[in-house]
């Protein structure tokens, strides 16, 4: 019997200190109802001082407000001994008067959510409903709850995968509320945009002056902070002057998803050739031979885009015709131009590139000082919904 107690009592030291170790888990909310509260709250990992999760319902009349958190043990012990604190014909926590404040304290994780044992007289006389069944498969990560879907139940969202995170942000925590539905719809497990996209990308340069290696270093390098992979960015690369420069291409399927050797590609095969910047050429050689699936491009699902990169420089050809057919496929187009010296660009002409003033990115200094701040705005274009991700399974 000694045995028995010792063994009891050295249980309940470990999962004590397992507890203050890891931190107690409340729901922490307020709202004009349980339900409510609830719908709208997130869970909290209290502090080590805080060892009680606390519910406080005030009713003012027909208005009643919940409030849920963490608590100091002896401040909300305190709270909780007010309810029987006799106040007008009977005491403060009460359904006869029209002012009444219940406190509950419980030290269990999730245990405040829904109703707790003080406040189970102020539960709603509708019928109380299991939710939707929790899914068996949640992709790049797993689902735990403590009660499956019954009512009250609390489900956590986790991810596995490396560099996933639970989308949207803050919802790692689900409840199912009394009335049969999940107080949230349910996240997915995905990877941040930026620096994760999904994004076929052309990159079209024509640079004028000396040290061009150096100055195209520095500017893929801006690039070198979003992630390269199969189901993510893809970058193919081309220079051009008169015509496109054929021995400077880099394709999509030349380096795998690898940007250091897609950089080492792109700064190889650099070509400095005089001449006028014919880009409407180098738009439709891009149309033609790197948005095409002998050059590594991915199916219609991956957004496509054909970025300029062009230094004091007006186009000299036709540049209208092949921008409109690329966006007539769905292509994005963009500009980045750098005017110095003195030179203006022909606004009008770039315009017919881009048909999107705010895909006009013009600046006054060399086109390789484009900041990694710059770079983040230009990224944001292609950052829609992680869930959305046309190439994983979400469902």
């Not at 019954?150 to 009335?179: H, I």
């Not at 193919?236 to 394709?251: C, D, G, Q, W």
């Not at 990694?372 to 919904?385: P, R």
Request: charged share 20%; with cysteine.
């Amino acid at each position: 019997m000694l045995i028995s107690a010792i063994t009891i009592f050295l249980i309940c030291v470990l999962v004590g200190s397992l507890t203050a170790v890891h931190g107690l888990k409340c729901m922490s909310c307020f709202g004009s109802g349980l339900d409510n509260c609830d719908s709208r709250g997130r869970m909290l990992t209290c502090m080590p001082n805080q060892k009680l999760c606390e519910t406080v319902v005030r009713r003012d009349g027909v208005h009643m407000t919940v409030m849920k958190g963490c608590k100091n043990d002896r401040a909300c012990r305190d709270n909780q001994m007010q309810n029987t604190r006799y106040a007008g014909r009977s005491t403060q926590c009460n359904l006869d008067q029209p002012n009444s404040v219940c406190t509950c304290c419980c030290g269990k994780n999730y245990c405040n959510v829904g109703f707790s044992t003080c406040t189970g007289h102020f539960a709603s006389s509708a019928p109380v409903n299991d939710c939707p069944e929790v899914p068996d498969n949640f992709p790049h990560g797993n689902i735990e709850c403590n009660n499956e879907n019954k009512a009250g139940s609390v489900c956590e969202y986790q991810c596995t995968g490396q560099d996933y995170f639970v989308w949207p942000k803050g919802q790692e925590v689900n409840v199912c509320l009394r009335n049969g539905s999940w107080a949230r719809e349910l996240p997915c497990c995905a990877r941040p945009c930026p620096p994760y996209y999904l994004l076929d990308d052309v990159l079209l340069f024509h640079l004028k002056g000396e040290n061009q290696q150096n100055r195209l270093d520095t500017l893929l390098r801006r690039f070198g902070d979003l992630k390269f992979a199969e189901d993510a960015l893809k970058m193919a690369a081309l220079y051009y002057a008169t015509k496109p420069i054929e021995t400077s291409v880099v394709r999509f399927n030349e380096y795998g998803a690898d940007f250091n050797r897609f950089l080492e590609l792109a700064l190889q095969r650099i070509s400095v050739v005089p001449g006028p910047a014919n880009t409407g050429a180098a738009i439709q050689y891009a149309l033609d031979n790197l948005l095409a699936p002998e050059a590594g491009v991915r199916d219609s699902r991956v957004p496509k885009a054909i970025w300029v990169f062009i230094a004091n420089a007006n186009p000299a050809d036709d540049v209208k015709t092949p921008s409109e057919e690329a966006r007539r496929l769905g292509y994005q187009l963009f500009v980045v131009g750098s005017e110095t010296n003195g030179f203006k660009f022909d606004r009008k002409k770039l315009f017919e590139i881009t048909g999107n003033e705010e895909h006009l990115f013009l600046f006054d200094n060399d086109v390789s000082n484009l900041s990694t701040e710059n770079v983040a705005v230009i990224n944001n274009y292609f950052c829609g919904n992680p869930c959305d991700h046309v190439l994983h399974d979400h469902e």
